[in-house]
T-cell receptor
Framework: GNSVTQMEGPVTLSEEAFLTINCTYT??????LFWYVQYPGEGLQLLLK?????DKGSNKGFEATYRKETTSFHLEKGSVQVSDSAVYFC????????????????FGKGTMLLVSP | DTEVTQTPKHLVMGMTNKKSLKCEQH?????MYWYKQKAKKPPELMFV???????INESVPSRFSPECPNSSLLNLHLHALQPEDSALYLC?????????????FGQGTRLTVV
């Protein structure tokens, strides 16, 4: 079955520090990969995505590259801000049966990021 | 419009009450999902509707009853819930062939069962 493993948190950083959150996956076929972010008391927001090997997703200074050879999709940001404090979920999307019209997301356990001034 | 709208945002209900959660999207997505999220955990899939038909029920207790009245609306009817059902309930939608399986999530309904 599909699975996603991401580093345990919390990750505690000072403002302007470099961020890496590791994510590796196991999947059959060729899944799409996502990073979602959840701010306190809110739903999930898509942060970035990559749909095939070597694709780089980027948004708001965050980046992640789909590495098929290492089955990884690590999240990075060069300089974090206090406002980046949130829980980050790595996820993969697998299509349902042919013509089913849906796909299913498999999430990692989430990594809480705490950024202090 | 890339929004998934959920109502209400907060709900407190007794164990004998009947209530409903509502979800709406106008992106033309034909797949809609209900997830349950407990504190400090990832979302857990409950139900999937595709083309207004129930495609997946992840062995959810019958006190949760989903309904998809049309392609834009998804409801979750709640009856005789237990305190352990207190959680954040998230609705999502997606469209195969576009956005490569990307799911758009609503802000959730925070449910407390007393």
């Amino acid at each position: 079955g599909n699975s996603v493993t991401q580093m345990e948190g919390p990750v505690t950083l000072s403002e302007e520090a470099f961020l890496t959150i590791n994510c590796t996956y196991t999947a059959t076929g060729y899944p799409s990969l996502f990073w979602y972010v959840q701010y306190p008391g809110e739903g999930l927001q898509l942060l970035l995505k990559a749909t095939k090997a070597d694709d780089k997703g980027s948004n708001k200074g965050f980046e992640a590259t789909y590495r098929k050879e290492t089955t990884s999709f690590h999240l990075e940001k060069g300089s974090v801000q206090v406002s980046d404090s949130a829980v980050y979920f790595c996820a993969l999307s697998a299509r349902g049966p042919m013509n089913s019209g849906y796909s299913t997301l498999t999430f990692g356990k989430g990594t809480m990021l705490l950024v202090s001034p | 419009d890339t929004e998934v709208t959920q109502t209400p945002k907060h709900l407190v209900m007794g164990m004998t009450n009947k209530k409903s959660l509502k979800c709406e999207q106008h992106m033309g997505h034909r797949a809609m999902y209900w997830y349950k999220q407990k504190a400090k955990k990832p979302p857990e899939l409950m139900f999937v509707y595709s083309y207004e038909k129930l495609s997946i029920n992840e062995s959810v207790p019958s006190r949760f009853s989903p309904e998809c009245p049309n392609s834009s609306l998804l409801n979750l009817h709640l009856h005789a819930l237990q305190p352990e059902d207190s959680a954040l309930y998230l609705c999502a939608s997606s469209q195969e062939g576009r956005e490569q399986g990307e799911a758009f999530f609503g802000q959730g309904t925070r449910l407390t069962v007393v």
